[in-house]
Nanobody, 124 residues
Framework: QVQLVESGGGLVQAGGSLRLSCAAS????????MGWFRQAPGKEREFVGG????????YYADSVKGRFTISRDNAKNTVYLQMNSLKPEDTAVYYC?????????????????WGQGTQVTVSS
């Protein structure tokens, strides 16, 4: 059974940093795309960024480009989301997801597996 487990969320002041982790287990993800999404109260889940396990190419939403960085540790089957210069509008539940594709998709429908989410709150 595939499992994705996020961790690292919390409360941080504006301008601060957090690093989220997504540990994957249950199968080999070497050919998958891993995506990060977020959902704020009353809003739809939105794409934050994604990374291809193979090659490590990354893609980001314009709203986080230059502030967030996605990386992976193949040996640990873990993907990270480093978030710097956080803003109150980054407050949301953050989810990681896995897509059996070679292309980073930005829509939630493309992703086959999801984690439970981790709360990130940025205070002003």
């Amino acid at each position: 059974q595939v499992q994705l487990v996020e961790s690292g969320g919390g409360l941080v002041q504006a301008g601060g940093s957090l690093r989220l982790s997504c540990a994957a287990s249950g199968r080999t993800f070497s050919s998958y795309v891993m995506g990060w999404f977020r959902q704020a109260p009353g809003k739809e889940r939105e794409f934050v960024g994604g990374i291809r396990w193979s090659g490590g190419s990354t893609y980001y939403a314009d709203s986080v480009k230059g502030r967030f960085t996605i990386s992976r540790d193949n040996a640990k089957n873990t993907v990270y989301l480093q978030m710097n210069s956080l803003k109150p509008e980054d407050t949301a539940v953050y989810y990681c997801a896995a897509d059996r594709s070679i292309v980073v998709h930005t829509n939630t429908r493309s992703y086959d597996y999801w984690g439970q989410g981790t709360q990130v709150t940025v205070s002003s």
